[in-house]
């Protein structure tokens, strides 16, 4: 059972250091060019948007499972 656990672990663990990184590229794009078209920016604010939101659901759920609840919440 511990093996499953640490399975689950380091793949959110993986999945919240990929977002973070797709986070900072998005950032770092948005701040490089310095008058995007407004299409453009609405996407990039978009994608950012849905990113920081999924890295929010992952942060929860590691939390939740560092409590020791062990069951994931159902969607």
Same mark, same amino acid.
């Given at each position: 059972?511990?093996? =499953? @656990?640490?399975?689950?672990?380091? &793949?959110? /663990? #993986?999945? =919240?250091?990929? +977002?973070?990184? /797709?986070?900072e590229? +998005?950032?770092? &794009? *948005?701040? #490089?060019?310095?008058?995007?078209?407004?299409p !453009? !920016?609405? $996407?990039? !604010? &978009?994608?950012?948007? $849905?990113? @920081?939101?999924? +890295?929010?659901?992952?942060? *929860?759920?590691?939390?939740? +499972? *560092?409590? #020791?609840?062990?069951?994931?919440? !159902?969607?």
């Open positions: 059972m511990t093996d =499953i @656990t640490r399975e689950k672990y380091q &793949r959110l /663990m #993986g999945r =919240i250091q990929t +977002l973070e990184e /797709m986070i590229e +998005l950032q770092g &794009r *948005s701040a #490089g060019d310095p008058a995007p078209d407004p !453009a !920016a609405e $996407d990039l !604010a &978009r994608e950012l948007k $849905d990113l @920081t939101e999924q +890295l929010a659901q992952a942060r *929860s759920e590691l939390a939740r +499972l *560092s409590d #020791g609840c062990g069951k994931p919440h !159902a969607h």
